[in-house]
Nanobody, 122 residues
C-alpha cells in the first residue's frame, strides 16, 4: 500500500516556474514507478510524466516535453515535477501516481494522491 501527498501547487503567471512535490509513505517506495497526471476543468485526466523506480528512465506527454522535468529522491520517498515556461493551458489539478509496473503509470496506475491545484494566469 502506498499513500501519496502532493504539495507545491499555486497561482503563477504565464512563463513562470513551479515545482510540485509528492511525498510517499511505505518502505518500498524505491520499487515503484512514479508519475504525474493532471485534470483541467471540464476535461478528462491526462498523463503528464513518469519515472522508473531507479530514476534511470523517464517519459513525458508531448504537451509538456521540454518544459517539465520529473525526478525522484528515493532516500526521501519523494518525487518532483519541475514545471518551467508555464502556460495557461497547464492550469489543472495535478495528481501524483504510483505503480509497481512502469508502463501502468502511463495508463492506469494503482495509487493516486488527492491532487494539488496549479493555476497559470495569462
Amino acid at each position: 500500500q502506498v499513500q501519496l501527498v502532493e504539495s507545491g501547487g499555486g497561482l503563477v503567471q504565464a512563463g513562470d516556474s513551479l515545482r510540485l512535490s509528492c511525498a510517499a509513505s511505505g518502505r518500498t517506495f524505491n520499487k515503484y514507478a512514479m508519475g504525474w497526471f493532471r485534470q483541467a476543468p471540464g476535461k478528462e485526466r491526462e498523463f503528464v510524466a513518469v519515472i522508473h523506480w531507479s530514476g534511470g528512465s523517464t517519459y513525458y506527454a508531448d504537451s509538456v516535453k521540454g518544459r517539465f522535468t520529473i525526478s525522484r529522491e528515493n532516500a526521501k520517498n519523494t518525487v518532483y515535477l519541475q514545471m518551467n515556461s508555464l502556460k495557461p493551458e497547464d492550469t489543472a489539478v495535478y495528481y501524483c501516481v504510483a505503480d509497481r509496473v512502469y508502463s501502468h503509470v502511463i495508463g492506469r496506475p494503482d495509487y493516486w494522491g488527492q491532487g494539488t491545484q496549479v493555476t497559470v494566469s495569462s
